[in-house]
């Protein structure tokens, strides 16, 4: 018989542990798929984090563009606790009195479409992946989908296989077949790659994990058009655009377009894990009870009071309108550093989404900005990605101006 070898430690941390001795429970209990020598944070409130030795961090990450609100936004907070303490979770056998209420608010919002949902960007990406193939296959057996360089639509097979940036499935393959990569923002090239079994062009409105790339209009209202001529499907990947983040509530708002259908993610429950994708009412029609598609966790009542919460607090603390005022005053700032600091050869992107292109000093400068407490992003080829909070303050704009100034210098 085999005998079960014990594990080579046993960790019997103190009521407060160090730094340390979680780095080293991490190494010996977790996949190491993170770089786990960042700070160890252990609290958040609005654009601030703390972490365990004590230092304060302002924070333009927001959990990657998760926590759009603030860390511990209280509205959201409370309804969370209310809903915990009631019921958190029936499985979608049942109908749960959350879920139907936030699906209309974000139809009214988004397209007047349907809405299912998820719990992760890429599920919801799945989702509309899935759709696509079912609508081409009802309109002759048209399976493909269009994608671009650059983009990022998650890490299950199919989003890694949609996902313009090789480097993410390396070992992985053989892909899965079914997605055509063109250039971003070259129409011709899309129009070259429609073949008859072409059912469906998928993008982001801003390539932020490529490098914050926004898609010009031309590109985004040519796309519409070339998909109305063509009879083909759009679908946008709002998963880190949506919910407020470019200044519009979802971003294909500021193209006005409109599309088949789009995901949204991230920001949707403010820390819990919430997603959903939005069909047109004709490709809604597409789906049937307990066949086509499904999910465990998705839209539980849970998630979707923060969701509520979520969509409370754009409806009553002017958000968008803030995201307006402090995206133009923090891009102001940065491109005056770009005159004083020639390490910056551009800056780029919508709202409170913002890239600036570095030369050769990303790690040190991204270092240093945290070492002098400001924490940022990276994006793509040497780009530094900033993502405040959608309630960031003016103060705060010009904390992290100064911060990056200094760390430039």
């Known amino acids: 018989m085999t005998r079960l070898r014990p594990p080579k430690k046993r960790f019997l941390l103190p009521m407060t542990p160090s730094s340390e001795e979680i780095r080293a429970l991490y190494r010996d209990a977790m996949v190491p798929t993170y770089n786990f020598s960042a700070p160890i944070m252990v609290r958040g409130e609005g654009s601030r984090l703390w972490d365990l ?42 109908c749960n009195l959350n879920a139907p209420r936030l699906a209309m608010q974000l139809s009214q919002k988004g397209i ?29 057996e048209r399976h493909e989908i269009i994608v671009f360089h650059t983009s990022f639509h998650g890490r299950t097979l199919a989003t890694l296989a949609a996902t313009g940036q090789p480097v993410f499935r390396q070992g992985m393959e053989p892909d899965m077949p079914g997605f055509v990569t063109v250039p971003y923002n070259d129409l011709e090239a899309v129009e070259k790659a429609i073949t008859p079994h ?10 932020a994990e490529g490098g914050v790339f926004p898609a010009t209009p031309a590109f985004l209202q040519g796309l519409r058009q070339l998909c109305d001529q063509k009879k083909l499907l759009l679908l946008l990947d709002e998963v880190q655009t949506g919910m407020g983040r470019t200044g519009s509530f979802f971003c294909f708002q500021q193209y006005d377009i409109r599309p088949d259908a789009f995901s949204t993610a991230k920001a949707l429950g403010n820390g819990i894990p919430l997603a959903c994708f ?8 597409l789906h049937q009870p307990g066949l086509t598609h499904g999910s465990t966790f998705g839209g539980n009542p849970l998630s979707t009071a923060a969701g509520l919460a979520v969509m409370e607090a754009f409806h009553q603390e002017n958000i968008l309108e803030n995201v307006r005022i402090q995206g133009a005053a923090l891009r102001h700032g940065l491109e005056e550093l770009q005159k004083k600091h020639p390490v910056i050869r551009e800056v780029r992107g919508l709202g409170l989404l913002l890239g600036i292109q570095l030369d050769d000093a990303l790690p040190d400068t991204v270092a240093k900005c945290r070492e002098k407490g400001l924490l940022t992003l990276t994006a793509g080829k040497g780009v530094m990605r900033l993502l405040p909070s959608l309630k960031v303050t003016s103060q705060e704009v010009q904390t992290a101006l100064a911060i990056l100034d200094e760390a430039l210098s």
């Open 53 to 94: 030795e004590g230092r304060e961090y302002l924070d333009f990450t927001t959990g990657i563009s998760v926590c759009s609100l603030g860390h511990c936004h209280p509205r959201v907070a409370q309804a969370i606790a209310r809903q915990a303490s009631t019921l958190m979770h029936c499985s979608n056998i049942f």
């Open 112 to 140: 007047q479409g349907k809405v299912f949902f998820a719990n992760s960007g890429a599920e919801a990406n799945e989702g509309m992946i899935k759709t696509a193939r079912l609508w081409g296959s009802r309109h002759g």
């Open 198 to 207: 072409t059912c469906a062009i998928l993008l982001e409105p801003v390539q």
């Open 278 to 285: 939005q069909l047109s009412q004709e490709l809604a029609q």
